[in-house]
């Protein structure tokens, strides 16, 4: 299976990318046999069904990009030299990042609450092979549609699209008005994404009745370090819902609230498509 799939709208008229990197849910039968955890664990680190949350965004205008691949298997936003010598046998010359030590880097070592995947470790082979074969596609790929955007409307806005557990937000966020936030935008302090790019989503998330924090308590992560330059006019703008918004968290199910939710979202998406930069040359009109 392709590590990704591309759905296109019928014309492409929008500087508008929406990718959804943590969705994949394709758990083959070589990895199941590699780790010690059901299934059911191993996708409670998935941002299950985002890839169906957003299935309406080529309708809108904008091409949506969806990992295949489940993030416990190999995580593509985080760096690819992010490795941990716990799981992986044979590393020389690599330190161990912050999210690797934690458990939590390219390869992952940990989901959900500290369960660990592997009993036994990985050659450092098979580790580049994964990173080979999915995360450096991915990537390129990105690379790839952010120049033609650039090439065609003088900008583009990748909408890096996510979700968080919600005990996660709330132990980690900040209460607005007695309610813990329902969407988290990140720009990485507007190294990532034009702050006025991240306000405009703001309003647009607030007019729909829904809570919003920035960067608090995520800012974004490796996407948005590598893609965002929004000084050459290249935005990325992560979005974390919270999963309580749509499913059933202890058994990974859609829950009750998801078709409903599901219309508002495609309300959101309708006008993040017209978001502009206020800094868009005016030649690229």
């Given at each position: 299976?392709?590590?990704?799939?591309?759905?296109?709208?019928?014309e492409?008229?929008?500087?508008?990318i929406?990718?959804?990197?943590?969705?994949?849910?394709?758990?083959?039968?070589?990895?199941?046999?590699?780790?010690?955890?059901?299934?059911?664990?191993?996708?409670?680190?998935?941002?299950?069904?985002?890839?169906?949350?957003y299935?309406?965004?080529?309708?809108?205008?904008?091409?949506?990009?969806?990992?295949?691949?489940?993030?416990a298997?190999?995580?593509?936003?985080?760096?690819?030299?992010?490795?941990?010598?716990?799981?992986?046998?044979?590393?020389?010359?690599?330190?161990?990042?912050?999210?690797?030590?934690?458990?939590?880097?390219?390869?992952?070592?940990?989901?959900?609450?500290?369960?660990?995947?592997?009993?036994?470790k990985?050659?450092?082979?098979?580790?580049?092979?994964?990173?080979?074969?999915?995360?450096?596609?991915?990537?390129?790929?990105?690379?790839?549609?952010m120049?033609?955007?650039?090439?065609?409307?003088?900008?583009?806005?990748?909408?890096?699209?996510?979700?968080?557990?919600?005990?996660?937000?709330?132990?980690?966020?900040?209460?607005?008005?007695?309610?813990?936030?329902?969407?988290?935008?990140?720009?990485?302090?507007?190294?990532?994404?034009?702050?006025?790019?991240?306000?405009?989503?703001?309003?647009?998330?607030?007019?729909?009745g829904?809570?919003?924090?920035?960067?608090?308590?995520?800012a974004?992560?490796y996407?948005?370090?590598?893609?965002?330059?929004?000084?050459?006019g290249?935005?990325?703008?992560?979005?974390?819902?919270?999963?309580?918004?749509?499913?059933d968290?202890?058994?990974?199910k859609?829950?009750?609230?998801?078709?409903?939710?599901?219309?508002i979202?495609?309300?959101?998406?309708?006008?993040?498509?017209a978001?502009?930069?206020?800094?868009?040359?005016?030649?690229?009109?």
């Open positions: 299976m392709k590590p990704f799939i591309e759905t296109w709208p019928l492409w008229n929008r500087p508008v929406f990718a959804s990197p943590h969705s994949g849910r394709c758990y083959s039968p070589e990895f199941l046999c590699q780790t010690r955890l059901n299934e059911t664990t191993l996708r409670s680190t998935e941002d299950a069904f985002l890839d169906i949350l299935r309406e965004v080529p309708t809108f205008g904008a091409p949506l990009i969806c990992v295949t691949v489940p993030r298997y190999i995580d593509l936003n985080r760096a690819p030299d992010d490795l941990d010598p716990a799981i992986i046998s044979g590393l020389h010359g690599h330190g161990m990042g912050r999210r690797s030590q934690a458990g939590y880097g390219v390869i992952p070592r940990l989901v959900g609450k500290g369960q660990a995947i592997y009993s036994d990985m050659t450092f082979h098979e580790a580049q092979c994964r990173i080979t074969a999915i995360r450096r596609p991915y990537h390129e790929r990105l690379d790839q549609l120049d033609k955007a650039v090439d065609r409307f003088g900008e583009v806005i990748l909408i890096d699209c996510h979700s968080t557990p919600h005990d996660m937000l709330a132990s980690a966020s900040p209460t607005m008005a007695g309610r813990w936030p329902d969407v988290v935008l990140g720009d990485r302090f507007g190294r990532a994404c034009g702050v006025d790019i991240t306000e405009q989503a703001r309003t647009i998330f607030d007019s729909m829904l809570s919003v924090t920035i960067n608090e308590p995520f974004g992560a996407i948005s370090h590598r893609h965002g330059r929004p000084q050459n290249r935005h990325v703008l992560q979005i974390e819902l919270d999963r309580r918004l749509y499913l968290e202890a058994t990974i859609m829950n009750a609230n998801f078709a409903k939710f599901r219309s979202l495609n309300l959101i998406i309708a006008r993040l498509v978001i502009r930069s206020r800094n868009v040359p005016v030649a690229a009109e």
